[in-house]
Each structure stands twice: as C-alpha cells, then as structure tokens.
Antibody, heavy 117, light 108 residues
Framework: QVQLVQSGAEVKKPGASVKVSCKASGYTFTSYYMHWVRQAPGQGLEWMGRINPGGGSATYVKKFQGRVTMTRDTSTSTVYLELSSLRSEDTAVYYC??????????WGQGTLVTVSS | SSELTQDPAVSVALGQTVRITCQGDSLRTYYASWYQQKPGQAPLLVIYDRNNRPSGIPDRFSGSSSGNIASLTISESQAEDEADYYCSCRDSSGNHVVFGGGTRLTVL
C-alpha cells in the first residue's frame, strides 16, 4: 500500500531554515507529482507547490518563491521541502501529498514546524 | 485570499442530508476534489473528478458541479462525518492548485 512517511517535528528560531522530508513507498516514485500543503494552527489548507520526482522540476506559489526549495532523491524515494528565512507566520503543519490527475490521493502524516525565539 | 469560496460552517441533523458548496471561476474549467479533515489528522480525499469516490469512502458521499459551483452532498449524515471539508482544484492559470477556505460540518 502507498505510504508517505514524513520527518519529525522541528523547532526553529526566526531567520533559520528547515528541511522536511517525505519518504514514499508502495508505488513508482518517479511517476507521480508530489505536492506540499501547509496548515497554520486553526487555519485552512494552503498549497505551497509541487515537484516532479521524475525530472526534478518544481513549481512554487509566488508567495514562497525565493524562500522555498523542493527537491527529491530518487535513490531513496524521498522528497524534501526546505523553507528559509523562517518567521513566526511559518508555524504550521506541513504535509506532502501524492498527486494523481489533479487530486491528492495520499497524504503524509504531517510535520509540525514551530518558529519561535 | 482563496479563489475558491466555501461557507465557513454548516450543520446537519443526524441522518439528514447536507450539501456543502464551493464557488470559483476555475470550477468552470477544472474538476473539484473534496477532502475531509478531522482534528489532528491529515486530510482524506473523499471525492475526485467531480463525483468519484476512492475505495473505502461510503457511498453517502457524492459530488456534483454546475457552472462555477461544486457541491459535496452527504446523505444520511453520521456522527463520524463531523469534520472540516475542503474543496480544491487548479487555479485560473491552470498551473497551481488552490483550496477553498474550508467548511466545518457539525452533526447535531
């Protein structure tokens, strides 16, 4: 069965960077785009962007451009989300989710990133 | 601001039918998908491609679309259906994904 297993919770200071991982199993890793979605405490879902694990190209929401990088490692079937220049508003649960024809059919368990001085 | 608009909260009596709506221009072009999220859990896909259910989703969940409005209908609502529901589709550019603001469903 498909599994997306994310890395553990992180606590970062403002201005720092964080890198969250999402390890995929149960399907052909390079055949499906992977998205990153975040959810601030008590708020709705916010799409951040997606990566094509096959070729490595990524698309980001303009809001995060310059601060976000999505990468992948095909040897371990893992995608990464790196967010830099963290501020308190980046405190959120970050999810990876597998794309299947414009819908997100499988989700990771989420990674809580807390930004606090 | 979201390009998809949802009512913030809806309630339904146990066993009754409820419709949750999602409005946006991109719905005229792209199918909506719907996600259920319970407290402390990751979102769960319940409807995709307007009215298809993933394996394991009860058939009391259905979807429809007309013009710029997509709807999620839950028939014979159960207590376990109480959750936040989000619609999603591509944005008007076709390059990005957008979520609605979410609807909190309360089952009375």
């Amino acid at each position: 069965q498909v599994q997306l297993v994310q890395s553990g919770a992180e606590v970062k200071k403002p201005g720092a960077s964080v890198k969250v991982s999402c390890k995929a199993s149960g399907y052909t890793f390079t055949s499906y785009y992977m998205h990153w979605v975040r959810q601030a405490p008590g708020q709705g879902l916010e799409w951040m962007g997606r990566i094509n694990p096959g070729g490595g190209s990524a698309t980001y929401v303009k809001k995060f451009q310059g601060r976000v990088t999505m990468t992948r490692d095909t040897s371990t079937s893992t995608v990464y989300l790196e967010l830099s220049s963290l501020r308190s508003e980046d405190t959120a649960v970050y999810y990876c989710a597998r794309d299947r024809n414009d819908y997100l059919c499988d989700w990771g368990q989420g990674t809580l990133v807390t930004v606090s001085s | 601001s979201s390009e998809l608009t949802q009512d913030p909260a809806v309630s339904v009596a146990l066993g009754q039918t409820v419709r949750i709506t999602c409005q946006g221009d991109s719905l005229r072009t792209y199918y909506a998908s719907w996600y259920q999220q319970k407290p402390g859990q990751a979102p769960l896909l319940v409807i995709y491609d307007r009215n298809n259910r993933p394996s394991g989703i009860p058939d009391r969940f259905s979807g429809s679309s007309s013009g710029n409005i997509a709807s999620l209908t839950i028939s014979e609502s159960q207590a376990e259906d109480e959750a936040d529901y989000y619609c999603s589709c591509r944005d008007s550019s076709g390059n990005h994904v957008v979520f609605g603001g979410g609807t909190r469903l309360t089952v009375l």
